[in-house]
């Protein structure tokens, strides 16, 4: 019975080791793996072609002039695609909305003014 045990966790460890180092020759070619995953554009031309550029927030300019930067900030990117797929918002929409969550995260209220009870403006 010893024998039948130690075998069975042998080939165990060694098909776990195999799967895992050959992981990146068969791990894309399971189902529904591209929708776990979406590489975020890296310049401002990818931006514009994953739909994060408009009228009132044109990127065109940056692609022309030749800009050399990575384009948008990459966590930014990431939360305002996740809003404009989960709440099926345009461009625009979901920027406002990143914006309002975190205006509210850091404490500033939607009219832009500080939430500080003890915040005094003079005009």
């Known amino acids: 019975m010893a024998y039948l045990l130690y075998s069975l966790t042998f080939i165990v460890l060694v098909t776990g080791t195999i799967l895992y180092l050959t992981r990146n020759h068969w791990l894309p070619l399971l189902p529904g793996r591209s929708h776990l995953y979406s590489a975020l554009p890296g310049s401002f031309a990818g931006d514009i072609e994953a739909g994060l550029s408009s009228n009132t ?58 939430k500080d009870p003890k915040f005094v403006s003079f005009s």
Not at 82 to 93: C, P, S, T, Y
Not at 102 to 114: E, M, T, V
């Open 57 to 114: 927030f044109d990127l065109s300019a940056n692609v022309e002039g030749g800009d050399g930067r990575a384009g948008l900030d990459e966590d930014a990117k990431r939360q305002i695609l996740a809003i404009m797929k989960k709440r099926r918002m345009r461009f625009d929409e979901a920027r406002r909305v990143y914006m309002e969550q975190r205006f509210s995260a850091n404490g500033i209220g939607a009219d832009g003014r500080p």
